[in-house]
């Protein structure tokens, strides 16, 4: 019994040993190209990863091609050498010593047929004299084909509706609603818009990404979410109270008079600019696909036109703000205006009276999306 136990150990140590160099011969060198966000490099990196447990002696260079102009420039080159036509390029794919395998279908079903066969571990090289390979489902190579206007428009109304832009369209909520008068308010507006387009922008050419963090976005939407708790759920009592302000008078004029530059057209652009700055942190992978290409990519200049789509889009909520708290403030004096029977001094009051309706209904969106600010 003991005899035959040490056979059949030996027998298992003789097998592991031929499984083991049976693994380490397919030392193989591949280069794989692939995009980052690409769903069929997704699926095809996958199936390579488990080709790796499989023969871990392959040398496998990986090289991302949509954030990376020389990586790029290399696919570019081994098409190129390799006389693959135009519509046949694309990612995924990987290059080995004489064939190459485009497309996440062609990968997964040849890929491993092509290891065991290929007796060559020299990797694939621009000198090699040719090539045989298989086309697949594949995505476009070059990023910016990957962008389509639909894809940025999506992105710039997913970004205008982030916890840090929420904020920032709170605190210009509330500087609408303090300018009584339509037309400077229209005019303010307008400027705060212009400030935020311009930010994005930039923002989109490479500049001020040191504020691009998440974290200061999250902090900045909370903070913002604090005060507009607090500033709303005092207007409302306030309003409730029949006081013009949930602190003294005497207070209520001092915080006004330092508050008084952020009304004029200088502190409008640097409220706009500062509070911007504060929100670029939660973008959509839309848009930081489009600032890779604009910084890092030969096709920068190309890029431009969705750039600005992106930020006129990504500005319409502000817009929209501008033209909706005008139109409520004509209404309104319309309606003081009758209510008053064009008695100057009737129409003072009324005008008054509806402020103050407004500020509370100002106020009261102010506290609900401020709860949603603290509690998201």
């Not at 990797?123 to 990957?146: E, M, N, R, W």
């Not at 990404?209 to 974290?215: D, H, T, V």
């Not at 600032?291 to 200049?301: C, D, R, V």
Request: hydrophobic letters at 50%.
């Amino acid at each position: 019994m003991d005899v035959k136990i040490k056979y059949l150990v030996l027998l298992v140590l003789f097998l592991s040993l031929l499984s083991t160099s049976a693994l380490a011969v397919e030392n193989d060198c591949l280069y794989y190209f692939y995009g980052k966000n690409c769903v069929e490099c997704n699926d095809a990196e996958k199936y390579i990863d488990s080709l790796i447990v499989k023969y871990p002696s392959l040398n496998l260079q990986k090289y991302e091609v949509y954030h990376s102009p020389s990586n790029e420039k290399l696919l570019d080159d081994y098409f190129e050498h390799f006389s693959v036509e135009k519509n046949s390029r694309g990612v995924p794919v990987v290059f080995m010593h004489g064939s190459y395998l485009i497309g996440n279908d062609s990968i997964r079903q040849y890929l491993d047929g092509s290891i065991r066969e290929n007796n060559n571990v020299a990797c694939p090289s621009l000198t090699d004299s040719f090539a045989i390979g298989l086309v697949g489902s594949k995505q476009p190579y070059h990023v910016l084909d990957t962008i389509s206007f639909t894809l940025i428009a999506g992105s710039a109304i997913q970004d205008s509706t982030s916890m840090a832009i929420l904020a920032v369209l709170l605190i210009f909520l509330l500087l609408l609603s303090v300018v009584k008068d339509k037309q400077k308010s229209i005019q303010l507006g307008v400027l705060f818009v212009m400030m935020i387009v311009g930010l994005n922008l930039l923002f989109g050419l490479g500049l001020f990404r040191e504020f691009a963090s998440s974290s200061i976005s999250r902090y900045f939407a909370k903070l913002i979410g604090l005060i507009a708790v607090s500033l709303g759920a005092g207007g409302i009592y306030a309003f409730f109270q029949h006081k013009p302000s949930f602190i003294s008078e005497e207070s209520r004029e001092r915080l006004l008079n330092k508050l008084r530059f952020f009304r004029t057209p200088g502190g409008v652009v640097i409220l706009g600019f500062v509070t911007g700055l504060f929100s670029l942190g939660l973008r959509s992978e839309g848009f930081m696909t489009l600032q890779s290409i604009s910084i890092n990519n030969a096709a920068a200049l190309a890029a431009l036109p969705m750039l600005i789509f992106y930020a006129i889009i990504f500005s319409v909520p502000f817009i929209l703000l501008i033209v909706a708290m005008y139109n409520i403030k004509k209404h309104l004096e319309h309606r003081a205006k009758i209510k008053g029977k064009d008695y100057v001094d009737k129409v003072l009051i009324w005008n008054e009276h509806h402020h103050q309706v407004l500020n509370f209904v100002v106020n009261a969106i102010v506290f609900v999306v401020g709860v949603g600010l603290l509690v998201v």
